[in-house]
């Protein structure tokens, strides 16, 4: 869920559902309302709102967890969906994100480190799973990897 402001205004409730197939009460224009990803990304795309970026996608906080994580063994607790919200964000609301380019490097600089950590970690582990603060996008991009080397060590054993 995203924070939008939407600057337009929907009649009634049903001709928001009509368009969302969902029940999501009536836009009234200038008055944040909380949204589903996908609703802000497609009503931004028509130039129908202005999205507020989450406080865990700000500059400082993301240095903050840049910074722990190069510091700390262990992965940081982070939004589960970071990778595709921040790169979702950047590509289509940079008009909202005044320091979009900042952001994205950062967010790749997190992906980096973490990818890093990742693999350090993941050969004393039995399964992926058993990660703790790991996102999504880690798990579908480690996933094959991590079954193959098990696999090729179990062989070597």
Not at 80 to 96: G, M, N, P
């Amino acid at each position: 869920m995203v924070e939008v402001t939407p600057n337009f205004a929907s009649r009634t409730q049903r001709e928001v559902k009509v368009l969302l197939f969902k029940n999501i009460s009536s836009f009234e224009a200038q008055s944040r309302k909380h949204i589903p990803l996908w609703l802000a990304l497609s009503l931004k795309k028509r130039s129908k709102c202005s999205i507020a970026i989450p406080d865990w996608l700000k500059t400082e906080n993301l240095d903050a967890i840049l910074k722990a994580e190069q510091r700390e063994k262990e992965l940081q607790k982070i939004h589960f969906h970071y990778i595709e919200v921040a790169h979702s964000l950047c590509k289509y609301a940079r008009d909202d994100i005044s320091d979009w380019s900042q952001v994205y490097d950062l967010v790749e600089s997190i992906r980096c480190v973490r990818k890093n950590k990742i693999f350090k970690i993941f050969m004393r582990l039995k399964s992926i799973e058993e990660m703790e603060n790991i996102s999504a996008s880690e798990i579908s991009s480690t996933k094959p990897l991590f079954s193959c080397s098990k696999n090729t060590m179990l062989e070597l054993q």
